[in-house]
């Protein structure tokens, strides 16, 4: 009985390493053990009861499962960030995976037909460990990321339609399939274990395809919807200039005949009225167009336009940047990144009453290979959050989805994104790979 815990033990351990690559985790290390040995003792206690005064009734192994079950679902629930839904799914579909090699190394073991259960149980449980320490590193090595980024993409809805299913495997497993048997299998028993085996695996296959086709299409309209912004603000770019550039000949079609007037002004030593006429000329003076911020013309184009916005509503709009012409990074990716944090940098300053609080100061470089962007901008203190991820507060479908997308891609290049604010600041911070 004692063997037994233990082995189990193992396998519950190596399943938890599984879950924790491939989640989230939400907090500290302490309190992940603290919370880990509070549930595994609950359990352990309760199979320890169930095995020495019930152990021949097979009905206790099922409520073992459901106990432990349970308890698992409470443990990712505390410690994990991803929703319940995710975090369900997850956990059901590493418990099906840790059953479908307790199914192979049963069958396997079955084919030597032993008859004492204390000889079948210690091959059994050392082929079940061996195996899963085996796939432990190809998860770590191969399928965590993917798996992470599979999660991000599709919604909650598609998990629980998925998880259902999931549910339904496990609860066939557990009233079905007797685990643990010593008996040796016929010809009729062994095809149709493994023909199980088969189609949970086939199932799983079916269902992740379809997630990725999902997900593809996904990618492909958000490529499309970044590329009609670029073109947009290309557009509104070039408009602005165009309009910037038929002001300044105007203007120095003009300019001699102003001049003329304040010559003559002058000349005739009036000079009051040359320098009331000289006030005027300065308050109806034509602004000149936006001189050039940097060397990439995305980011150029991009700050150029915002900026135009940020003057019209009195935001004090600063910017230092030192960008080459090529950075190494998608076009695309570039518009995301800038668009979307600078246009929430000016709603944050829109909120804000007093025109003399409202700023927006932009610093960026690239330094050692790295984009280094740096927005810092004036906000009323008010921050809409969805659990820990912050989101925009503009009245209108889909918001916070900018800075989501911010973080993605930044996690594509492998690089850095960070929020931080008190009651009068907000500060974003990016750092994005460009080797």
């Known amino acids: 009985m ?6 189990n033990s193992v396998i519950l351990f190596i399943n938890l390493g599984y879950i924790h690559l491939l989640l989230t985790q939400k907090k500290s290390i302490k309190y992940t053990s603290f919370i880990f040995i509070i549930s595994y003792l609950g359990v352990a206690l309760v199979a320890y009861f169930l095995l020495k005064y019930f152990q021949k009734d097979i009905v206790n192994y099922k409520y073992l499962l459901y106990i432990l079950v349970s308890s698992l679902i409470i443990y990712i629930s ?16 590493m418990w099906l995976f840790s059953n479908v090699i307790s199914i192979i190394c049963s069958n396997i073991i079955n084919l030597f037909s032993i008859e004492n259960f204390n000889l079948y149980v210690f091959p ?20 965590r990321d993917p798996y992470k980024k599979m999660l991000k993409l599709v919604s909650d809805k598609v998990i629980n339609i998925m998880s259902f299913y999931s ?12 685990f643990n048997s010593s008996k040796f299998l016929n010809f009729y028993e062994f095809f149709y274990n493994l023909l199980f085996i088969i189609i949970i695996i086939l199932s ?30 290309q557009k509104k770019n070039y408009q602005n200039l165009n309009e910037s550039i038929e002001k300044y000949n105007a203007f ?67 910017v230092n940047l030192n960008i080459p012409e090529d950075v190494n990074i998608d076009n695309l990716d570039l518009t995301v990144v800038m668009g979307n944090c600078v246009e929430n940098a000016i ?41 820990n991820v912050i989101k925009t507060s503009k009245a209108v479908e889909g918001h916070g989805i900018g800075l989501s997308n911010v973080r993605k891609i930044t ?11 008190n009651e009068n600041k907000f500060e974003v911070q990016i750092i994005i790979n460009c080797a």
């Open 2 to 7: 004692i063997n037994f815990i233990i082995s």
């Open 347 to 387: 709603e944050a300053c829109k909120k804000i009453n007093n025109d003399s609080k409202k700023y927006i100061n932009i610093k960026a470089e690239i330094r050692e290979l790295q984009l280094m962007v740096k927005i810092e901008n004036s906000f009323n203190g008010q921050v809409v959050k969805e659990g």
């Open 167 to 178: 549910i339904i495997i496990f609860l066939f497993l557990i009233n079905h399939y007797k």
């Open 411 to 421: 996690e594509k290049y492998n690089g850095y994104f960070n929020v931080k604010y």
């Open 252 to 318: 120095e079609h003009d300019t001699r005949h102003h001049n003329l007037v304040i010559k003559s002004m002058i000349n005739s030593k009036n000079y009051i009225a040359a320098l009331e006429y000289l006030d005027q000329f300065t308050e109806n003076g034509i602004r000149t167009d936006i001189s050039v911020l940097c060397k990439n013309f995305t980011v150029d184009s991009i700050l150029k336009y915002y900026m135009s916005i940020a003057i019209n509503n009195n935001i004090d709009f600063k």
């Open 204 to 233: 799983y296959v079916i269902i992740f395809i379809a997630i990725w086709s999902v997900n593809r299409n996904v990618e492909l309209e958000y490529k499309f919807k970044a590329i009609d912004t670029q073109i947009e603000l």
């Open 78 to 93: 505390l410690v994990y960030e991803e929703s319940l839904s995710k975090k369900i799914f997850t956990l059901v579909t």
């Open 124 to 143: 059994f449980s050392l082929s079940r460990i061996f195996i899963e320490l085996i796939f432990f590193p190809i998860i770590y090595l191969y399928l």
